[in-house]
């Protein structure tokens, strides 16, 4: 069947009142919009303003985001639907509190060059993943210790909370697996190392009660050779914790052993290093 004939993608006309919400939203630089703000718009009731966004959804003019919260579908998109807001700001409406996290936010931050096929999402609630016109969205639930350092960014006309320089590194460094595993996370220091604070890296680490985190710090830091301050290395040897740590959790347990930094040594240093002979 060819597309032309295949209507069941294509977009219904709008009836009187929905071009009139529609266009009401539009005018108010509103992409996304609950129930309450239907309400609000037409002055009905609340059942009728379900009535009206099931409807619009089977229609193609809106995307369900979560629960009563919908995305409208520009008329830029044509016929077909075939559009997309920013994943961030589709994730900013999907749980709450939120901040964009890990491998996303060491792209965002320019720390990786690859480009993730997932959008993590941090958050202190519990929420379960989910695919939004074919962008999958990961949400890692933080305790409250762990949910700071980030702040709201501007994408579009929407503002979306992302971790900054120093915790994206932290939670990285927190969890290798959410970032492509601790070789992508070496690389990402070693681009980041002229941006970040360190220092403000440890202290993150500290806060977050996670000694981990500076054991895995300190080894890269020196593995890599990134020119770090001595006092520092010194107050990260002392803050570890004394049992040893696993460098990659994603890896195999299985490798040698340093007691500088008390860590299982999973992951080879020439492989940690493999991307130095793509980009030096």
């Known amino acids: 069947m060819s597309d032309a004939n295949n209507t069941e993608n294509v977009r219904a006309g709008l009836s009187r009142t929905e071009s009139l919400l529609l266009s009401s939203l539009s005018e108010k630089d509103k992409t996304t919009f609950g129930l309450k703000d239907i309400v609000s718009e037409l002055k009905c009731s609340y059942e009728y303003a379900k009535v009206l966004a099931n409807n619009l959804t089977r229609k193609r003019w809106l995307i369900i985001l979560k629960r009563g919260t919908y995305l409208i579908v520009p008329l830029s998109a044509g016929v077909k639907s075939q559009y997309t807001e920013h994943e961030f700001v589709i994730a900013s409406h999907l749980v709450s509190p939120h901040y ?100 403000k890296v440890l202290r993150s680490a500290e806060r977050m009660g996670n000694s981990v985190i500076v054991k895995r710090l300190g080894y890269l830091l020196e593995i890599l050779n990134i020119d770090t301050d001595e006092k520092l290395i010194s107050k990260m040897r002392v803050v570890i914790s004394p049992g040893m740590s696993v460098l990659d959790p994603n890896m195999p347990r299985k490798g040698s052993y340093t007691t500088r930094w008390n860590l299982l040594l999973n992951v080879s240093k020439e492989t940690l290093e493999a991307w130095r002979r793509g980009f030096c």
């Open 100 to 199: 964009i996290a890990y491998w996303s936010a060491l792209n965002f931050h320019g720390f990786t060059e690859q480009i993730p096929f997932t959008v993590f999402v941090a958050t202190t609630k519990r929420a379960k993943n989910r695919e939004i016109l074919g962008i999958r969205f990961r949400f890692v639930t933080l305790n409250e210790r762990k949910f700071f350092g980030f702040a709201a960014t501007t994408i579009g006309r929407n503002k979306v909370n992302v971790s900054d320089y120093e915790k994206t590194l932290a939670d990285a460094l927190d969890h290798p697996e959410y970032c492509g595993g601790v070789s992508e996370v070496a690389k990402c220091l070693w681009n980041a190392r002229e941006k970040v604070s360190f220092e």
